[in-house]
């Protein structure tokens, strides 16, 4: 499975931004996509998920301000609202076939917020 991403970049506090991510290759169902990230000088943490069935998970911190979608062409979507300097981090695209667990990992995308 390979993953390609795209969007991020700079923005100030309070501003959106849109993360998308393809899956190609190999796609088995059901399956997770979704994003993690990981700031510096901590460890890669979730930000949301969603299966193939469309059920969503989101970390407690993007509640609210984050949404994620999927549509057929195995993609997923992030936007992110109300954006804060503490979501600065790389964005990893993430793919997982339910039940097994071998993780697939996009090469990262830079989300910048300033404040």
């Known amino acids: 499975v390979q993953l390609q991403a795209s969007g991020g970049g700079l923005v100030q506090a309070g501003g959106s931004l849109r993360l998308s991510c393809e899956a190609s290759?190999?796609?088995?169902?059901?399956?997770?996509m979704g994003w993690y990230r990981q700031a510096p000088g901590k460890q890669r943490e979730l930000v949301a998920t969603m299966t193939s069935l469309k059920s969503a998970n989101y970390a407690d911190s993007v509640k609210g301000r984050f949404t994620i979608s999927r549509d057929v062409k195995n993609t997923v979507n992030l936007q992110m609202n109300s954006l804060r300097p503490e979501d600065t981090a790389v964005y990893y695209c993430?793919?997982?076939?339910?039940?097994?667990?071998?993780?697939?990992w996009g090469p990262g995308t830079l989300v910048t917020v300033s404040s």
């Open positions: 290759g190999s796609i088995s169902s059901p399956n997770f």
């Open positions: 993430y793919f997982r076939v339910i039940a097994t667990t071998k993780a697939f």
